[in-house]
């Protein structure tokens, strides 16, 4: 059977729609790598990336070195940073790609052209959390995990993809919440509460694999009252655009229910 027409100004109005009255910025985007089906929601937005860059800290450690020549404690900070969001971990690995510069040369070889860090060493929340990106920033970076541009070897890619797999259920919200029964999420999520306004920013980013397709998925928002708040536009969201390239809800209902769990880990407050 044909795949459905995502007709771009229907799913705008309905995003607009659910998304009215909440007071929080929302970019989105998501790719149908099997058909080339696209849509972008805001995509001239930039919002922050918190713990999502996580996965373009690693990709451009992989860039340089390969997976199976990295040494225990530099395989076993990737695994900790991906699966338990593990900032201390993510600041040595940042450290070892060379900080923003090593970042921007791996983006750029990435395409990726609206992404940006802030310069210098990590200090408080002031690194690799606050990275800057536009939602089809973040799935160009999918598609490349996904296969579709040689730039990382398969067993490199499948590597971050499994840990992607394996996050820890208390942060498996997010476009999660958008998959069917029979299909596969690859995530990673960010959470990063700010400072000076006391608004959170959360974003879900990952790769959907149901039968006939691959999706790349990003959920980008910023300004919710909580992190509860920010999930459950990010999972609202992902919903609506995952059922307008699937032609209507999932067989079995609507998704994966919400998860909305404030997470408790020391190891992965804020950024």
Known sequence: MASPKVVASRLTRKLDRFLSGRGVRVAAAARDLSTGRSYVYHGDLRLPTASVSKVDILMALLLDTPWRELDTRTRRDAERMIRISDNAAADRLYERIGLQDG?????????LGATYAPPGRCAGLYCWGITQT????????????????DLLPEGDREQVLGLM?????RQAWGISAAVCDGGRVALKNGWLHHVANRLWAVASV??????GHDYAVAVLTEDGPSK??????????????LAAFRGGECANGAGRPPTG???????????
Do not use: M
Not at 165 to 169: F, L, Q, T, W
């Open 103 to 111: 970042l921007a040369r791996a983006n750029r070889r990435f395409g």
């Open 134 to 149: 536009v939602a089809e920033d973040q799935v160009r970076l999918v598609g490349i995990l996904a296969g579709h541009r």
């Open 165 to 169: 797999r394996k996050v820890v259920a």
């Open 206 to 211: 990952g790769l959907i694999r149901e039968p």
């Open 228 to 241: 509860d708040a920010g999930i459950a536009v990010a999972e609202g969201t992902a919903r609506r655009v």
């Open 261 to 271: 769990a404030e997470d408790q880990a020391a190891l992965s407050t804020s950024r």
